[in-house]
Structures are given as structure tokens and as C-alpha cells.
């Protein structure tokens, strides 16, 4: 090995120590407030997988507030929430391809709700891709529940091949009832 080969090895060594050795001198991760999260259920043969950000209420008026009335929003932070199903499933008791969608709901005060599925993914949070990339939409009623400080998916029931998908952020709860098969 020549000399400048050695010297170029050690150089590199040298380089590599001090980064390893000085770990408060490399820039700080930022640590998102809104964190990753996944929900993956069975049901019946199919899989259902929620993929979404989870943002906390830290205190603000949530729907009316961050939240407004009557326009479409994306139930999480950052990108938009996804559901992939591995099979067609009925949701609502509509029709819902096998495949991965964007979930948007339309607020209400005073009515339903309205759950859209779109085949615009990934997308960021805003805004809405528009009407002509929904896959369905849905009404749904909205319910008070238990404070649900940062927003989460789950599945508080499972019975073979029906189950109920809720969407809960603070006291809002939004259930969905899902039948594996077309």
C-alpha cells in the first residue's frame, strides 16, 4: 500500500472516530408530534390496515375549531390516512374494491357525517384531491365518547366476518360497520 493510500485509510478512520465519538456535535433528530401509527385487523380472510399520524388535542377546540364544519379533511397529520383491504369488502354496507384509499371526512354539526374514500394516495393532508378521485362515500353518524386525547383507529369489534372500524379523536367517535366479502 502506498503512502497516500495510508494516509487516505487513516484519515478516513480518524473522520469516523470523531463523528462516532461526538454525537452532541451531529444536528438533533426532530421528533414529530404527530407519530406514526399502523392498525392492522383480520377479518374473515381479509386484511385491513389503517396507516396514519396520530395528532393530539393539547387542549384545542378540535371539530369546529381546527376542524372546520362542513369541509373535507383528512382524519390524521401530515399525509393522508390510508386503508388498503386485501379483498373487497362492504363498508357501510357499499362496495369497496380491494386496494389502497385516502380517508377523508366532511364534519358535521348537525347530521352525518360523510367518509370518503379516494383513490388519490399518498397524498399530503391538504387538500382534499376533489370529487373525481373518490372510490365511495359514505353517511355516517357521529357519537360522543370518552376523551380520546390523540387520534386513533381501532376495531372494538371483531365477529367473524362483520366488525366495526371507529375513528376517535377527543370526544368525537366515528364507527364504521365492515363485512368482509363483496
Known amino acids: 500500500m502506498s503512502s497516500g493510500s495510508r494516509i487516505a485509510v487513516r484519515t478516513a478512520g480518524l473522520v469516523a472516530l470523531v463523528l462516532l465519538a461526538s454525537p452532541a456535535e451531529l444536528p438533533a433528530q426532530r421528533i414529530r408530534r404527530s407519530q406514526e401509527a399502523w392498525v392492522?385487523?383480520?377479518?374473515?380472510?381479509?386484511?385491513?390496515?389503517?396507516?396514519?399520524?396520530?395528532?393530539?388535542?393539547r387542549g384545542r377546540d378540535l371539530f369546529g375549531g381546527i376542524v372546520p364544519w362542513g369541509r373535507p379533511w383528512t382524519p390524521g397529520a401530515d399525509s393522508a390516512t390510508t386503508i388498503s383491504v386485501s379483498s373487497a369488502i362492504?363498508?357501510?354496507?357499499?362496495?369497496?374494491?380491494?386496494?389502497?384509499?385516502?380517508?377523508?371526512?366532511?364534519?358535521?354539526s348537525a347530521g352525518p357525517w360523510t367518509v370518503i374514500l379516494s383513490k388519490a394516495q399518498p397524498v399530503f393532508h391538504l387538500p382534499y384531491p376533489g370529487e373525481e378521485q373518490d372510490q365511495l362515500r359514505l353517511q355516517v353518524t357521529a357519537r360522543t365518547g370518552d376523551v380520546?386525547?390523540?387520534?386513533?383507529?381501532?376495531?372494538?369489534?371483531?365477529?367473524?366476518?362483520?366488525?366495526?372500524?371507529?375513528m376517535h379523536w377527543g370526544t368525537?367517535?366515528?364507527?364504521?360497520?365492515?363485512?368482509a366479502g363483496p
Open 90 to 108: 362492504r363498508i357501510e354496507d357499499q362496495s369497496l374494491p380491494a386496494g389502497t384509499y385516502a380517508i377523508w371526512m366532511i364534519p358535521d
Open 172 to 179: 368525537t367517535v366515528v364507527p364504521m360497520t365492515i363485512r
Open 40 to 57: 392492522r385487523q383480520k377479518v374473515a380472510d381479509t386484511w385491513i390496515d389503517i396507516h396514519y399520524r396520530r395528532p393530539t388535542a
Open 148 to 166: 380520546m386525547e390523540t387520534l386513533a383507529y381501532y376495531f372494538p369489534r371483531v365477529d367473524g366476518a362483520e366488525a366495526t372500524l371507529v
